[in-house]
């Protein structure tokens, strides 16, 4: 069964430091990963994906992540953090085998200090 | 252009009514489906809906039900309302031709309280 991992509840950081929000991943097949962001009261907002290639993607809002094949992860990152960017982020993962469902980790909760 | 829409916003129910949930995908999507996202945890697979017909079931119970209308719409249905129902029901759209790698966007949720 496939399943995702956030290690760390809580990420604080500075504005204008850069930030990492760590995922790790285990499924059967090739992994399609995924990140999504959720404000106070709102509901998930789709930041970037990886699906094949480059093992950097560029997404929204400035936003990368990073697909490490040998470490199964997947870790989304920012150059330079907003106060904006303090949200709820969440990594998911699908697989050929779940195909159409997609399996969340449990959230990371970003604070951006100013 | 319309993105996904749900409604109602936030239902009160008590235990052992039924409630439905409704769902509009965002425009040009054909495939709809269903999240459970309890209070301090990630969403939760329950069902995906494609020409109408229920395509793939998480672990859910049968008190979980759903139907897509032929405008892809579509509807969550809760019997026997327990406490432990009372989460966060998010609604994902995605385009046609829906596979593993495809984007999944999500309306902005109906929050269900069992009380």
């Known amino acids: 069964a496939q399943s995702v991992a956030q290690p760390e509840d809580q990420v604080n950081v500075a504005e204008g430091n850069p930030l990492t929000v760590k995922c790790t991943y285990s499924v059967s097949g090739n992994p399609y990963l995924f990140w999504y962001v959720q404000y106070p009261n709102r509901g998930l907002q789709f930041l970037l994906k990886y699906i094949t290639g480059d093992n950097l993607v560029k997404g929204s809002y400035g936003f990368e992540a990073e697909f490490n094949k040998s470490q199964t992860s997947f870790h989304l990152k920012k150059p330079s953090a907003l106060v904006s960017d303090s949200a709820l982020y969440f990594c998911?993962?699908?697989?050929?085998?779940?195909?159409?469902?997609?399996?969340f980790g449990s959230g990371t909760q970003l604070t951006v200090l100013p | 252009d319309a993105g996904v829409t749900q409604s109602p916003t936030h239902l009160i129910k008590t235990r052992g009514q039924q409630v439905t949930l409704r769902c509009s995908p965002k425009s040009g999507h054909d495939t709809v489906s269903w999240y459970q996202q309890a209070l301090g945890q990630g969403p939760q697979f329950i069902f995906q809906?494609?020409?109408?017909?229920?395509?793939q079931r998480g672990n859910f119970p049968d008190r979980f039900s759903g139907h897509q209308f032929p405008n892809y719409s579509s509807e969550l249905n809760v019997n026997a309302l327990l406490l432990g129902d009372s989460a966060l029901y998010l609604c994902?759209?995605?385009?046609?031709?829906?596979?593993?790698?495809?984007?999944?966007?999500f309306g902005p949720g109906t929050r269900l309280t069992v009380l």
């Open positions: 998911a993962v699908r697989d050929y085998l779940s195909a159409r469902q997609l399996t």
């Open positions: 994902a759209s995605s385009p046609p031709v829906s596979g593993y790698t495809d984007t999944q966007y």
């Open positions: 809906y494609y020409e109408e017909e229920e395509r």
